[in-house]
């Protein structure tokens, strides 16, 4: 089969301009046994097999067209691309609908798909087995809105973590709207009731996230626009206090009503840790404040440097601490941004292994 076959549509149903009296309208079922008349249930009945001589009774033309008529109706209707909806009636008759099949929604774009053999439930009640055909927000390619589209306004609420590694953070609470609000399903029934979702698209992402990047959804009351991640981020650029780059540091997850509401963490990128190796030790800086731990050995009055310097050599403390198992009275002095002096009592100029560590202005 081609694209280009011809597909035979009914423009015009069979017998649609015959003669009414030409034309039957065809019963469920046969109204009176033996008479001849065709029906849904039996089509044309036995007796219309039955030669003429031996007690038989021969088709009527008008029975042919009126099924014909009925066949081309149902056939019309599919070719004119119609899915209809719901139909208990039929689904009951029908044993309910089979899994994948397609119904219309109240609103004109929306459908429902059938996740299940044999499905009698109304779609969109309570405990329905049917999913929207839009399911996961998949953006529709070409799909345009009409009508104002809300813009959450995001509340900055500073809140911190403590620790002496952990960057100072701060989050966004109830970026998108009141917890409330977060309990409104695109299907199924939530404690808000059901809000179908008939059409989504994704705005200014060609490629990829960016910046500027939202889904659009469509509802009954209107549309609403949901940020993607990088742009939530440069939102929090822009509103978090203080001012600065941000980066996402943490989820925290909690549980409201039917929905997951998550809470983002988020620090300046300038009070984020960093560290690396150094001689013989590591080093890490959180803010302005470095700290540095080393081995190195030394005689008594001699002059240890820092790895990193510090960029002042105000309020800088030093640690240092005998390594193995032995033991030396000592102390720190001349402290500069660079390095310090450790006096060593009873070991004459003999070297003492020492672990250090130290803490400054970065």
Partial sequence: MKS???????????????ASGDVEAIPASQSASGDGRASIALGFPPETFVARAAGGIPPYGSDMNGLLNVLSGAIQILQAGFLGPF??????????????????GAIAGTFWVSMTDANVSVPGADGATWQSLFNGLAPLSGAA???????????????????????????????????????????????????????????NAPAGDTTVAYLQAQTTWGNILFPSQYNVATQISSYAQPKGDYALTQWVKDNYAA????????????DLPSGGLIDRGTWTQVGS????????????????????????????????????????DHYVSNVTATGFTIGIFGQGQNAVEFYFSAEGAA
């Fill in 4 to 18: 280009d076959n011809d597909r035979k549509l009914f423009g015009t149903l069979i017998a649609e301009n015959a």
């Fill in 87 to 104: 139909n208990a009636t039929f689904a009951q008759s029908i044993g309910g609908y089979p899994a994948g099949a397609i119904v219309s």
């Fill in 145 to 203: 809105f009409a009508g104002p589209v809300t813009v959450p306004t995001p509340q900055d609420v500073p809140g911190q973590n403590t620790g002496n590694n952990v960057a100072d953070t701060y989050w966004v609470d109830e970026w998108f709207a009141p917890r409330a609000a977060l309990a409104q399903y695109v299907g199924g029934t939530g404690a808000g009731g059901n809000y179908p979702i008939s059409n989504v698209q994704l705005k």
């Fill in 259 to 270: 929905t997951e509401y998550v809470q983002q963490n988020y620090a300046l990128k300038t």
């Fill in 289 to 328: 404040v470095l700290r540095q731990s080393f081995y190195a050995s030394v005689s008594n009055g001699g002059t240890v440097s820092f790895p990193r310097s510090f960029s002042s050599a105000s309020n800088i403390t030093v640690q240092a601490t005998v390594a193995g198992n032995s033991d030396a």
